[in-house]
């Protein structure tokens, strides 16, 4: 079931907190199980970063079962704006220009995703399909490149060798300027997105605008 569609007073699964995370209602701190068992209080402290002032969650014992309204977020939400072009990055040769806001106290780490939509084969060669970072002192760069193997075929920066190589530190309460360049020559609905992680090697969401 969905987070956004859980009533304020119904217990949260493992399911329902993965999901909160992907659509950054939650920012993950680790793997979270794939499993419609219903979290502990403890649970929801060890996998995502909440506020653990809400009245509701310090009334609840350590292994008590926690509901919706129990949970809000332990940070401000991480986000991007964009100086030019359209997000996400669509089309066969295309740039756009922007900001990446870290607005919380500690690191995240971003990735490069390509989705390939409504293109069902073909490659992508590293180097092709980019994000730029300007980090102190340097551009950062990563790639994003593979095999299509379906419509839908999701490809990321994450699993390039070593990890090291697809992966950009986003420093605390900082807004680094960035550029994405797609120049894979796929149209049909493919698309280049930055995924986020407070914890380096994720898992990744879906950085919010």
């Known amino acids: 079931m969905p987070w956004n569609t859980l009533f304020f007073n119904q217990a949260v699964t493992f399911n329902n907190l993965q999901d909160a995370v ?44 926690v509901v919706k309204d129990d949970l809000s977020s332990g940070a401000a939400p991480t986000y991007i704006t964009i100086s030019s072009g359209l997000y996400p990055v669509t089309g066969p040769n295309t740039t756009i220009t922007g900001y990446i806001y870290n607005n ?52 990321t920066s994450a699993t390039n060798s070593p990890a090291i190589n697809g992966i950009i530190t986003i420093a605390a309460n900082s807004a680094p300027f960035f550029f994405i360049d797609k120049f894979d020559g796929f149209g049909s609905g493919s698309t280049l997105r930055i995924y986020y992680s407070t914890v380096f090697g994720g898992p990744y969401s879906p950085i919010p605008i």
Do not use: H, M
Not at 28 to 40: D, G, L, N, R, W
């Open 104 to 155: 919380t106290a500690s690191d995240i780490y971003v990735v490069l995703v390509f989705n390939s939509g409504g293109q069902g084969s073909g490659s992508i060669a590293q180097n092709v399909d980019t994000l730029n970072v300007y980090v102190p002192g340097t551009i950062r760069t990563i790639s994003v490149y593979g095999t299509i193997t379906s419509f839908g075929t999701t490809l």
């Open 22 to 65: 992907n659509t950054g209602v939650f920012t993950a701190k680790t793997t979270i199980p794939v499993s419609i068992e219903c979290i502990t209080k403890t649970d929801a402290n060890t996998y995502v970063n909440i506020n653990t002032s809400n009245p509701g969650y310090v009334a609840k014992a350590a292994n008590q079962l």
